[in-house]
């Protein structure tokens, strides 16, 4: 933790929720939530960062479907701001802490609120995101869709939406690893032919 970022965790009186999360000590941190979840979002996204990487390190899990051990912040986004999703997640995080056998994952869903909050997140604490692979008309990108890519000759279009995910997830300085995709192929080949069948769904 840089000096900085610890005078703004002392300047808001978020000292001992840091000591207390370090500790391991969850029932104080969840007994004091009435006190902190509504501190400076910065400040509590910058201790929510820290939580993050002593609980889960920077590999950021990117859901096509699933993610049934993810918390999965703000699930009706479509009534929440920008601010108060970056909120629950930094609030999930903090408060909920690892077991003894399993780490605690939080997910926002770039389908319900956008990418670019979804990249911003994971400055909030968040370790997963979980979305549908699009083109830019909002159509499900299949397997066989291939497109012509100069250098590269033609390559498969969902990896070119892989690639554009993995770049987001790189750029917020954390590492992307994708998971979890044949419900979302099978559900979006039925929606197009009730028949059909996708391996592995």
């Not at 400076?40 to 996204?45: H, T």
Request: glycine share 10%.
């Amino acid at each position: 933790m840089s000096h900085f970022v610890e005078q703004a965790i002392a300047a808001a009186g978020l000292m001992p929720l840091f000591d207390a999360r370090k500790a391991r000590d969850f029932d104080a941190v969840r007994g004091s939530m009435p006190r902190w979840q509504k501190a400076d979002l910065l400040v509590l996204g910058a201790l929510a960062d820290l939580a993050r990487a002593a609980d889960v390190g920077d590999e950021v899990r990117v859901h096509e479907d699933g993610g049934d051990e993810v918390a999965w912040a703000c699930e009706t986004c479509e009534a929440a701001s920008d601010l108060e999703v970056l909120r629950e997640v930094a609030v999930l995080r903090i408060a909920l802490g690892p077991g003894p056998v399993k780490r605690v994952r939080i997910g926002v869903d770039w389908g319900k609120c956008g990418l670019e909050l979804a990249q911003v997140a994971l400055g909030f604490g968040a370790s997963d995101l979980r979305g549908p692979i699009t083109n830019k008309r909002g159509l499900y990108v299949f397997d066989d869709e291939m497109k012509k890519v100069k250098g590269e000759g033609m390559i498969r279009a969902r990896e070119l939406v892989r690639r554009e995910i993995g770049l987001l997830v790189k750029y917020a300085g954390r590492k992307a690893v994708f998971v979890g995709e044949s419900r979302v192929r099978a559900d979006a080949a039925r929606a197009t032919d009730p028949s059909a069948e996708v391996a592995g769904a």
